[in-house]
């Protein structure tokens, strides 16, 4: 049976990937993934096929790899942090209940919010949550209700995709969503580039983390 792994390669950094995906990748044939992605990890696998696509181009990323499969080559496809957190892993079953001769196997890997807590000091000792910001494929009411309901139970919350060019203003919507429960002087963080260069971590209180770049 062909085989396709869905790898998380985690933050970034080589060092932060499982042994397991490492080991995954050194068995593949060709490795796929977003073009950002695929930059990161094609020093380290020299010898190996790489395709990439853009973003938004996921559904077309997921046939790729399969229809490569079909040729009988071992395939990874590649995402950030766990490809299970928002990753790609729905996608590719969704995609291969159309290719039912290739297995998929799940690599899980570290995502952004335990790679960011140890940056900021492993704040992640108790309950929390992950919440994304991204309204693509969540009504905005959901994710509303899904961030006051967090707040009132008191969680630590880790929120993804918090902005982008088209929802500047979302993460000022979370803040003053979650301020309804939480204090204003909740101590939050923000770490971004993890494990990349131009790695930055930053502590501030909530009524202030909107304003942050």
């Known amino acids: 049976m062909s085989k396709i792994y869905v790898v998380g390669i985690g933050p970034g950094a080589y060092d932060q990937m499982t042994g397991r995906a490492i080991r995954a990748l050194n068995e593949s044939d060709v490795i ?22 853009p973003m938004k181009k996921e559904v ?51 995502t952004a919010a335990t790679g960011g807590a140890a940056v900021l000091g492993a704040p992640l000792i108790h309950d929390f949550c992950l919440i994304s910001l991204s309204d693509l494929l969540t009504p905005w009411e959901k994710i509303e209700a899904r961030l006051l309901a967090a707040a009132q139970a008191d969680f630590v919350v880790c929120l993804y995709n918090p902005s982008s060019r088209k929802r500047k203003d979302y993460l000022q919507k979370a803040c003053d969503l979650m301020m309804k429960y939480k204090s204003p002087d909740t101590v939050c963080g923000t770490v971004a580039q993890i494990a990349r260069d131009g790695e930055t971590a930053q502590v501030i209180v909530l009524k202030n983390f909107a304003t942050q770049k």
Do not use: H, Q, W
């Open 32 to 53: 796929i993934g977003y073009t950002v992605y695929v930059d990161l990890v094609k020093k380290y696998f020299a010898g190996k096929e790489f395709m990439t696509t």
């Open 60 to 110: 077309d990323r997921c046939v790729l790899a399969f229809e490569e499969a079909k040729k009988g080559r071992t395939v990874s496809m590649i995402c950030s942090g766990d490809a299970g957190v928002y990753g790609m892993a729905g996608l590719m079953y969704e995609v291969g209940e159309n290719y039912p001769d290739v297995e998929l196997t799940i690599i899980p890997g570290v």
